[in-house]
């Protein structure tokens, strides 16, 4: 622990005492009922929903969400991109606003937890600080993103960089993106107005289920996320020569495939041998002409890597790019790699941040570790206008975009309490 956040810790020591007291901690038994309640919006019969962004189950699901902002003493608006803003004012004027929020669109046959919980946990904040009569420093926004899981449209429009072809994107629920912000009261044609700068938004801190079972395993209550893991992608191509499969001996062969194959146990290999937490993974694969009686003669697969580091990411492609060079030599089959433009940067959390919520769940009696997402959240685009924070709950299981989601309410209302001290903490001034 070093100077900074010793200050910090003393700092905000008073009110980590006001917030221990359980009358100050979130309640478990309201955020299971609310999200319950939300889960019939879009409710499937396997137990999940299928509340995909702009669907009616989407627009009943925002009506709720808006009923407890209000409930919860907040002022609502609806921005151009549609992310449903609750607002408190703060004690002192001209102070940017601490938010704190996720979304409620789910993956087709996705399940109750997945975006909710951050949501409902950030509304649970704004109501125990209304219940106590607690008036922070800076104002306090509740946000709800619009349909993050096709493509983080709200954060990205907050953000400024939602553009016109982003809106022209068909969603899983048969509009536009550019349609579905229209149809839940946004402005498509002044998508602008949307946007937040730098120094707008004094920290956004996204409260979420892990999606991934280390939490889980490891009996621990809280992730701190050191950020969302940047993806790269390639198309690769490898060239051999289609010949009869009859006829042509096996010393006579360029078969892209068997090269294929080989590159394919070589980007396992690498990925495993580099230490580190990085992936890399073949997921997709066609030989070409594709016929039982030909030697292929062209093979494409995909290549995806993703780390917290761009410079890892590039290590790791760097050995399997030479990996795949004496591959194409020994087997007379050339191997290019083509990079397919979705890369997005890793996005790592505020250094500051993460010192702020370790401290916070240490001072709860909570056991936490720090760790990366390996899945995509509005965050890391926050994450570029403000400094950002993310705490992760368990998953049972690791199981998430499936019914079978599920993380306790006793979890729950850890990582909001944990989000409500770090809420005090930021607001007391840990963050300067
Ligand atoms: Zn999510």
Known sequence: ????????????APLLSLAQSSEFAADPDRLEARIQALGEFGANPEGGVSRVAFS???????????????????TVRVDAAGNIIGRREGEQEGLPPIMIGSHIDSVPGGGNYDGDVGVIGAIEVAQLLAERGVRLQ?????????????????SRAMIGKLTPAGMEVMTHSGMTVREGIRRVGGDPDRIVQAARRPGDIAAFVELHIEQGAFLHDEDIDIGVVEGIVGIRWWDVTINGLANHAGTTPMDKRQDAMVSAAELVLAVNRVAREIPGRHVATVGRIQALPGAPNVIPGEVVLSLEIRDLEAEKMQQVFDRISAEAAGIAAERSTPIE???VDVASPPAPTDLQMRRIISAVSEELGLSFKLMPSGAGHDAQDMATIAPTGMIFVPS?????????EFTSPADMANGATVLLNTVLAIDGGALE
């Open 1 to 12: 622990m070093n100077i900074r956040i010793l200050a910090a810790s003393l700092l905000f």
């Open 56 to 74: 009616d189950a989407d627009m009943a699901g925002r009506e709720y969400i808006k009923r407890l902002m209000q409930d919860a003493g907040l």
């Open 138 to 154: 800076h104002p306090l926004e509740v946000v709800s993103f619009t349909d993050e899981e096709g493509g983080l449209t709200g």
């Open 337 to 339: 790699f083509h990079e």
């Open 396 to 404: 049972v299981d690791g199981i998430s975009h499936s019914p079978r």
